[in-house]
């Protein structure tokens, strides 16, 4: 059940209630593509730094350990130690980013494994049984993620197809959250919303997965390539046409800015590599820019990352030390990068709660922009 608490012009402060918890939203899902974040994060750490739901990979969980596997040993809650909510997408972002090893036909798409060259088929009925073993909270619909500057004719027939397996997704999970064996007899669907930067195919593929009366809704296909601007109106445009007493979640987004930019049209879920893989690059975000600790200046900087952060990196470690542990390739280096950046989106999301809340979120937002835009 979604509740909508507050709003302040089209961004929305809501409560999503799922089998494994309540998610308080605008919010931003950390990543653990293969069941953990990359850079050697436990599942404790993530409830130290104020995670929510943390976010999976249907396709590489299927590739390996096995989906099968995950499903012996009580699903992924309790394969990776995490009771609060799991989204998982449905491997649909694969058909897009695995291009060369993939062909797409209307049963489902032909894959050959990245690790091994194994004949893999996924449908929206696999996708769906895959997800439902790994007993998720939210799992996605498979979907075809075209790329944003592909051809009208080329996106069109995507679109089309993708609403034909979404149909599908939803049948085979009503059947699934009936079997006696599925674990999660209550695991949502989420629809995907997909057109390019086509305004006019984005508009109606909305208002037609609209009617379908999902768990929530989702919009892909962003972030591939297009230009800021693009994804920003293509957010104009798709959002108002998308139920509004249902979560919104943009998929694979964003920069904080990013986030920003589209809470303010409406948008309430995020996921997104950037605080993880930065991070394990030396990157780390502040409230004034995104810092480079490999950068000399830091080498006896005896200041946290930011100072009055409550991470459990800013409250004890200095940046000289952080950038220390980098340059010997020590791994507590990027460990500790990569925490405080996910401790800094958790943050920024309850930031944003409480602006909404209390109806300054635009002022919030400006005032952000420009601490962003420094350069350090």
Same mark, same amino acid.
């Given at each position: 059940?979604?509740?909508?608490?507050?709003?302040?012009?089209?961004?929305?402060?809501?409560?999503?209630? !799922?089998?494994?918890?309540?998610?308080?939203?605008?919010?931003?899902?950390?990543?653990?593509?293969?069941?953990?974040?990359?850079?050697?994060?436990?599942?404790?750490?993530?409830?130290?730094?104020?995670? +929510?739901?943390? $976010?999976?990979?249907?396709?590489?969980?299927?590739?390996?350990?096995?989906?099968?596997?995950?499903?012996?040993?009580?699903?992924?809650?309790?394969?990776?130690?995490?009771?609060?909510?799991?989204?998982?997408?449905?491997?649909?972002?694969?058909?897009?980013?695995?291009?060369?090893?993939?062909?797409?036909?209307?049963?489902?798409?032909?894959?050959?494994? #990245?690790?091994?060259?194994?004949?893999?088929?996924?449908?929206?009925?696999?996708?769906? +049984?895959? +997800?439902?073993?790994?007993?998720?909270?939210?799992?996605?619909?498979?979907?075809?993620?075209?790329?944003?500057?592909? @051809?009208?004719?080329?996106?069109?027939?995507?679109?089309?197809?993708?609403? =034909?397996?979404?149909?599908?997704? =939803?049948?085979? /999970?009503?059947?699934?959250?009936?079997?006696?064996? !599925?674990?999660?007899?209550? +695991?949502?669907?989420?629809?995907?919303?997909?057109?390019?930067?086509?305004?006019?195919?984005?508009?109606?593929?909305?208002?037609?997965?609209?009617?379908?009366?999902?768990?929530?809704?989702?919009?892909?296909? $962003?972030?591939?390539?297009?230009?800021?601007?693009?994804?920003?109106?293509?957010?104009?445009?798709?959002?108002?046409? &998308?139920?509004?007493?249902?979560?919104?979640?943009?998929?694979?987004?964003?920069?904080?800015?990013?986030?920003?930019?589209?809470?303010?049209?409406?948008?309430?879920?995020?996921?997104?590599?950037?605080?993880?893989?930065?991070?394990?690059?030396?990157?780390?975000?502040?409230? #004034?820019?995104?810092?480079? &600790?490999?950068?000399?200046?830091?080498?006896?900087?005896?200041?946290?990352?930011?100072?009055?952060?409550?991470?459990?990196?800013?409250? =004890?470690?200095?940046?000289?030390?952080?950038?220390? &542990?980098?340059?010997?390739?020590?791994?507590?280096?990027?460990?500790?990068?990569?925490? #405080?950046?996910?401790?800094?989106?958790?943050? /920024?999301?309850?930031?944003?709660?409480?602006?909404?809340? @209390?109806? =300054?979120?635009?002022?919030?937002?400006?005032?952000?922009?420009?601490?962003?835009?420094?350069?350090?």
């Amino acid at each position: 059940m979604y509740k909508i608490i507050s709003e302040d012009g089209m961004a929305k402060r809501a409560e999503l209630e !799922t089998p494994h918890g309540v998610i308080q939203t605008p919010v931003f899902m950390n990543v653990g593509t293969a069941a953990a974040i990359k850079g050697a994060v436990a599942s404790s750490d993530l409830e130290e730094i104020g995670t +929510q739901v943390e $976010l999976s990979n249907t396709y590489h969980l299927h590739v390996r350990p096995g989906d099968e596997i995950v499903k012996k040993m009580g699903g992924l809650h309790a394969f990776m130690s995490w009771n609060k909510p799991i989204l998982t997408d449905s491997g649909g972002f694969q058909v897009f980013s695995l291009n060369g090893l993939r062909k797409i036909k209307e049963e489902g798409v032909y894959f050959h494994s #990245h690790i091994d060259g194994k004949k893999i088929f996924m449908g929206p009925e696999e996708s769906m +049984q895959i +997800q439902s073993n790994l007993a998720s909270t939210i799992a996605m619909a498979f979907d075809e993620c075209p790329p944003a500057l592909a @051809e009208e004719r080329y996106i069109r027939q995507s679109v089309e197809r993708t609403t =034909r397996w979404l149909q599908r997704c =939803r049948d085979k /999970m009503e059947e699934l959250n009936q079997r006696e064996d !599925t674990i999660n007899k209550k +695991q949502m669907l989420f629809g995907i919303n997909q057109g390019g930067i086509l305004e006019d195919v984005r508009i109606e593929h909305a208002q037609e997965i609209a009617e379908m009366n999902l768990d929530g809704y989702a919009i892909g296909g $962003l972030a591939v390539g297009e230009s800021h601007e693009e994804m920003y109106h293509i957010l104009d445009v798709t959002v108002p046409r &998308l139920p509004r007493n249902k979560p919104t979640y943009l998929m694979g987004v964003g920069t904080p800015s990013n986030i920003l930019e589209a809470v303010d049209r409406g948008v309430d879920f995020f996921d997104c590599v950037y605080p993880s893989r930065n991070g394990r690059h030396g990157h780390v975000y502040t409230n #004034h820019g995104k810092l480079n &600790l490999f950068n000399q200046k830091y080498e006896t900087d005896g200041a946290p990352i930011e100072e009055g952060c409550g991470c459990p990196v800013c409250r =004890r470690y200095s940046r000289a030390y952080i950038r220390h &542990l980098l340059k010997a390739k020590e791994m507590l280096g990027m460990r500790f990068c990569v925490l #405080h950046n996910l401790y800094f989106y958790n943050n /920024m999301m309850k930031e944003i709660r409480e602006a909404i809340e @209390e109806k =300054r979120f635009a002022e919030y937002k400006k005032q952000k922009l420009i601490d962003f835009a420094n350069k350090n």
